[in-house]
């Protein structure tokens, strides 16, 4: 089991930037990947960004040079997200993948982009 806090969300303006932390507090080196989804409102869970245990990052194509992802530790990640826009406006979740496979989530953390 693999306990995960997010935080970092809020209200943002258009075009501006805010910073999504997620924090394990248990069982983090069985840690073998870090994921960042989204849920939109009225949406589907959509993939934001992945991060493995040795710091190597994917996006998702319409994310990428906007959002940066990366380790601040084994314990700890960092999303950068930057040039906002309404669209961006999601509950953001963080989900670990350990060695065995197995996914844990969040609670989530809502960012709202508007002015």
């Known amino acids: 089991q693999v306990r995960l806090v997010e935080s970092g969300g809020g209200l943002v303006q258009p075009g501006g930037s805010l910073t999504l932390s997620c924090s394990a507090s248990t069982n983090i080196f069985s840690i073998d990947m870090w994921n960042w989804y989204r849920q939109p409102p009225g949406r589907q869970r959509e993939f934001v960004a992945q991060?493995?245990?040795?710091?190597?990052a994917t996006y998702a194509d319409s994310l990428q040079g906007r959002f940066s992802l990366s380790l601040r530790s084994r314990a700890t990640v960092v999303l950068e997200m930057h040039n906002l826009v309404p669209e961006d406006t999601a509950v953001y979740y963080c989900?670990?993948?350990?060695?065995?496979?197995?996914?844990?989530w969040g609670q989530g953390t809502q960012v709202t982009v508007s002015s």
């Open positions: 991060i493995t245990k040795k710091g190597v």
């Open positions: 989900s670990v993948t350990d060695r065995d496979s197995k996914d844990f």
